[in-house]
């Protein structure tokens, strides 16, 4: 029923969608999803919220900036896809909706988040790549089960010390950040299975062969002066890795996006495709 629901839209003229989806959600969707992306929307439908068993959400690629507090009622849902809208500030309802475990915000327009977002403790997933950070707020490192954190396509310059109490989180993604050196914190998280700071100014690679946990590290469109040393079995994508040709970052990181999904099985694919990479 969700994925009807967004198929019908896509054939509405664009003038007409929101009407259209405000008054076609009248049934609790069998599958516990709302697919709502790219349908243009200005205004969430409240009556989404009538759906008190709604498990997922997506809203993806739309005119979103704000949220009613109604979403609230939704205290079952896992997973709620933000990401491609206009939030300049993540909506405070958000922060009640302490079932989430997946939540997408990327594409948007965030310069921080709210300090309430501490209390979604079961978060496993938080994309907040393409915003307008210029550094990871605190609130991120009280999220104690975080697997993955996507942070890429901001204007990070360093991350906090307290990132190393994350001790779940086995996949970091920060390229396309502003990066001069390679974050000291994360030398001291050896539960790290993927690190990705691609397309960042760092100049030199400390080693990482102490990071037991290492399977993949990205450090490609750096003007570095060495490549990383990394422990046996660990695969390197950049300048003086060993594989030749050199692998596509976009594949590599496809690689380990399949990888985290088949360990997370309500893990759905991801919403924004990768950017193209050019040197």
């Given at each position: ?19 259209f ?91 921080d ?53 994350l001790?779940e989180?086995?996949?970091i ?56 040393k ?50």
């Amino acid at each position: 029923m969700g994925n009807t629901i967004k198929a019908l839209a896509a054939f509405i003229p664009a003038e007409r969608c929101q009407n259209f989806v405000v008054g076609d959600l009248q049934e609790m969707p069998l599958d516990k999803m709302v697919d709502l992306s790219g349908n243009q929307l200005r205004r969430f439908p409240v009556n989404v919220c009538s759906f008190q068993e709604l498990v997922k959400l997506y809203l993806s690629d739309n005119h979103l900036s704000s949220l009613p507090l109604e979403l609230g009622q939704l205290q079952n849902l896992q997973i709620l896809a933000l990401d491609f809208n206009n939030f300049k500030a993540l909506p405070q309802v958000v922060c009640t909706l302490k079932q989430l475990c997946i939540l997408y915000l990327g594409n948007n327009k965030l310069c921080d988040l709210p300090n309430e977002l501490s209390l979604l403790q079961n978060l496993r997933t938080l994309w907040v790549e393409a915003n307008c950070l210029t550094q990871l707020p605190d609130v991120v490192c009280e999220l104690s089960l975080l697997k993955t954190l996507h942070a890429g396509s901001n204007a990070l310059r360093l991350l906090p010390g307290q990132l190393r109490r994350l001790r779940e989180l086995r996949t970091i993604w920060l390229s396309g950040n502003l990066l001069d050196d390679f974050p000291p914190v994360l030398l001291h998280m050896p539960f790290l299975e993927v690190i990705d700071v691609d397309r960042n100014s760092i100049r030199y690679f400390p080693s990482l062969a102490h990071l037991s946990s290492l399977k993949l590290i990205i450090y490609d469109h750096n003007p570095c002066r060495n490549a990383p040393k990394v422990a046996k079995g660990v695969r390197r994508v950049g300048r003086w890795a060993e594989e030749t040709p050199e692998p596509d970052p976009r594949k590599a990181r496809r690689y380990a996006l399949v990888t985290e999904e088949s360990q997370e099985a309500q893990a759905p694919a991801p919403p924004p495709l990768l950017p193209p990479a050019n040197s």
